[in-house]
């Protein structure tokens, strides 16, 4: 009997809902981003307690899709493309928490229905030992010369979200712009000379191992390799430049939980807030001050000045072509 009061006890605790001093996040995974240590510092510091449900950024718009009428959670977090179809759909409302003016533009829409908390940068994930003393490569162009040959990997990029934004970044680098990819298939057909490696799934592994000597990437991934795994590996933010692609949080239109979910938005986007992502390598939205020896695991912030913001709205509507040219003009 006492076992059957206990079961039944732990199950209403498990589906009353959050207390009214509690914010509701869809989507903030312990596991991704150092959102346990987020979520451990808003607990501590501003006396929330945030329960999360881990959906991946189409089914958080989906289950906000669902319950407009009455919205669950208070705050969500998302891909950038996701984050400006919410907004769309008067899912998410505007707000600005303390900080968003900081954001550069472009990482954050103007009435505030989303914005960066963190972003990552494309550019090179380089093992360098398996390069075999070929040089580190600084340049999109280096890739083509002869001796990358069979050393250089990316994502298919008609498949791979991480594919599309290494295709972007080179198109920006090589005079192309977001209606415009011809410089793309060109610098694609030329990297085709040199038999890359083009792996449709996330490959962090393979470059670990050297099967990958260099691989189109995020700088998170590749920090991660040079600061957690043995061996030597670099980040390479291309001399042409490149792009940053964000993830972005909302205040969800109607939340039940509206304040509270406002102040866990403007700890999220103050100092102390922001630094926590660069426990998983992650570059803060906002500019701040960094401590000596985090600052010091990323490239110098004047090498992403090279690394720009784009039309995230425009990059996802011409997501689909650029991968159908691919797919038909790239040998």
Not at 121 to 149: I, S
Not at 190 to 206: C, G, H, M, Y
Not at 240 to 260: D, F, N
């Amino acid at each position: 009997m006492k076992h059957t009061l206990l079961a039944v006890a732990v199950t209403m605790a498990a589906v009353l809902p959050a207390k009214a001093e509690d914010a509701i996040c869809y989507n903030c995974p312990p596991q991704w981003a150092d959102w346990a240590s987020m979520l451990k510092a808003i607990d501590e510091k501003i006396d929330v307690q945030m329960p999360h449900d881990n959906k991946n950024s189409g089914q958080t718009l989906s289950q906000l899709l669902a319950e407009r009428a009455s919205p669950v959670a208070d705050v969500a977090y998302y891909g950038v493309t996701t984050g400006i179809k919410a907004g769309n759909e008067g899912v998410a409302t505007a707000y600005k928490p303390k900080g968003f003016d900081d954001i550069p533009a472009g990482l954050k829409d103007p009435e505030g229905k989303w914005f960066a908390i963190h972003y990552g940068t494309l550019g090179f994930f380089v093992n360098v030992d398996a390069l075999g003393g070929t040089p580190v490569p600084q340049c999109f162009a280096d890739l083509t010369k002869p001796e990358y040959r069979g050393l250089v990997g990316y994502l298919d990029p008609s498949s791979a979200f991480v594919g599309y934004a290494g295709a972007v970044a080179a198109n920006l680098a090589f005079g192309g712009d977001l209606s415009d990819f011809g410089p793309a298939i060109e610098y694609f057909n030329k990297l085709a000379e040199n038999d890359p490696i083009v792996p449709k799934q996330t490959s962090f592994a393979r470059v670990v191992s050297g099967e990958i000597p260099i691989l189109f990437d995020y700088d998170f991934n590749a920090y991660r390799g040079k600061y957690e795994e043995d061996g030597n590996f670099e980040f390479v933010l291309p001399c042409e430049g490149s792009i940053r692609v964000p993830y972005v949080m909302s205040l969800v239109a109607g939340a039940p939980h509206e304040e509270t979910g406002k102040k866990v938005l403007d700890f999220i986007l103050s100092d102390e807030g922001q630094a926590i992502w660069t426990n998983a390598y992650l570059q803060p939205a906002r500019p701040v001050a960094l401590p000596a020896e985090v600052a010091a695991k990323f490239l110098p912030a004047k090498d992403y000045e090279r690394a720009v913001a784009v039309d995230y709205a425009e990059m996802e509507k011409a997501q689909a072509g650029f991968g159908e040219r691919y797919l038909n003009e790239v040998k």
